[in-house]
C-alpha cells in the first residue's frame, strides 16, 4: 500500500503545533512530534530540514489557515477584529505559536506570507482612509497594529490578569474586541 506523503506531512504540522505551543521551539523534540504523529524523526528532517524549519512550516500554515479563514474587510474593522478573535478563541494554540514566534525567532528571516499580508493590509486600509471611509487620526500601519492587537487581547493576558476576569464570558469578550475597535474608528 503506497503511503499518502500528504497525510504524513499533515500530521507532522499538527503534532508540531500542540508541541510547539506547548513547550516553545527550544523546549519541543522531535522524537515527541515524530511518536505524536505516527511517524519517525527522519520524516521530519526529510520534509522540513530542521526543527526550526518545521516550526516555520507550522507558523506559515497557521498564517495561511488565519488569511483564508478570516479576511480582512478595511470598511468593517470592528467585525474583522470580531472574527481575528473568534478565529483565536477556536484555535487557542494562535496566540502560543505567536508568542513563541516572537521570543523565539526574533531576527531570524521573517516570513514572505506575513510580510506579504501585512503590506496588502496596510494598502487597503490607506485606500480606505484615501477614499475617507476610515479616520486618519492613526497611520495605516499603526491602526492595523491596533486592530490586530486588541483582537487578541484576551488570549495574550498574564495568569493573574485572566484569573481576574475568568467570568467574562466569550460574547462580552468579543463586545469588548468589536466596541474598542469602532472606538478607535471614532477618533477622527
Request: proline share 4%.
Amino acid at each position: 500500500m503506497p503511503r499518502d506523503a500528504e497525510r504524513t506531512r499533515r500530521r507532522l504540522l499538527d503534532a508540531a503545533r500542540d508541541e510547539f505551543a506547548a513547550v516553545g521551539i527550544a523546549g519541543a523534540r522531535v522524537d515527541r512530534i515524530a511518536a505524536a504523529a505516527a511517524s519517525n524523526k527522519a520524516q521530519i528532517y526529510h520534509y522540513f530540514g530542521s526543527k526550526d524549519g518545521l516550526f516555520d512550516a507550522v507558523f506559515d500554515d497557521l498564517c495561511r489557515a488565519t488569511l483564508d479563514a478570516v479576511p480582512m474587510d478595511a470598511h468593517d474593522l470592528p467585525e474583522y477584529a470580531g472574527r481575528l478573535f473568534d478565529s483565536y478563541e477556536e484555535r487557542p494554540w494562535v496566540q502560543r505559536l505567536a508568542t513563541w514566534y516572537r521570543l523565539e525567532r526574533a531576527g531570524a528571516r521573517p516570513l514572505d506570507i506575513v510580510l506579504e499580508s501585512n503590506a496588502a493590509k496596510v494598502r487597503v486600509i490607506a485606500d480606505a482612509q484615501d477614499a475617507g471611509a476610515l479616520p486618519s487620526a492613526f497611520t495605516p500601519v499603526e491602526l492595523l497594529g491596533l486592530v490586530l492587537h486588541l483582537s487578541g487581547f484576551w488570549s495574550s493576558n498574564t495568569p493573574e490578569f485572566d484569573a481576574a476576569v475568568d467570568d467574562v464570558g466569550r460574547e462580552r469578550r468579543r463586545a469588548v474586541v468589536v466596541r474598542a475597535v469602532a472606538a478607535l474608528l471614532a477618533a477622527r
